[in-house]
């Protein structure tokens, strides 16, 4: 599916922009973080979502039904969540799911690099079927949102609402950054938000099927990734 075009704006434009709105929208509800984003971006915005549940998305198409959605296809994912993805579509009939996939599949990523990557050079691994895409994609916006928040990992602690991101050189809004566990559950459970089946199973942070685990009882929601290794985020949000 086409991507929009970024805006005509320069990179120095839109720091400015973002070191601005950092500042203005610092205390900003998800909704006036979004509809700034959607004021300012219009089409040249992309929500990224891994499909474990459509708050974000929910949150977003009440400000821009059409509203274009990223989700990273790396080739390892539980079928529920390719299957949450295909629901989505269904349910918000007027958003632009854009598939971000590899430069190689699962296949050819064996035949070079030797099977299960994952297993010996996880952050290799994650580069390849993750950041790369990611970055390809978003190399055709000027802004993205995500659905981060500071309660999902130490290293997320200090996430703001509006930021520059360097690392993409685009403008980075994380709308319910300061959301707590209640409220965003509260959310999904009042307007009735889809939500991947395997968060019911004991699954509460997914990501590629060969990385993630159930959590057990009472534990760190992130400790199902990359368990009994150090690793602790994939490189997406720095």
């Given amino acids: 599916m086409t991507a929009a075009s970024p805006t005509e704006q320069s990179t120095e434009e839109l ?24 004021e300012q971006f219009g089409d040249d915005l992309i929500v990224a979502s891994n499909m474990q549940d459509a708050v974000l998305i929910d949150l977003a198409t009440k400000v821009k039904p059409d509203v274009d959605v990223l989700f990273l296809e790396t080739g390892y994912h539980f079928a529920e969540t390719i299957g949450t993805r295909d629901a989505v579509q269904t349910v918000y009939p007027d958003i632009r799911i854009i598939d971000a996939k590899p430069a190689q599949t699962v296949a050819e990523q064996d035949a070079e690099y030797g099977p299960r990557l994952h297993e010996r050079d996880p952050n290799q691994c994650c580069f390849l079927r993750k950041v790369v895409p990611l970055r390809d994609t978003l190399a055709n916006y000027s802004c993205w949102v995500t659905g981060v928040r500071r309660v999902d990992a130490p290293t997320r ?62 534990a760190d929601p992130r ?16």
């Fill in 15 to 38: 720091k400015a922009l973002a070191e601005r709105a950092a500042e203005e929208l610092a205390d900003a509800g998800a909704e006036a973080a979004l509809r700034w984003a959607v």
């Fill in 157 to 218: 602690a200090n996430t703001p609402i509006v930021t520059w991101d360097d690392r993409n050189g685009l403008v980075k809004v994380n709308p319910i950054a300061p959301w707590t566990d209640e409220e965003f559950n509260d959310y999904l459970d009042r307007h009735g938000i889809l939500q991947n089946p395997l968060v019911g199973e004991g699954y509460l942070s997914i990501g590629c099927a060969p990385c993630t685990a159930k959590v057990a009882p009472g």
């Fill in 223 to 238: 400790s199902g990734r990359w368990a009994g290794q150090s690793k602790t985020e994939c490189g997406l949000h720095g």
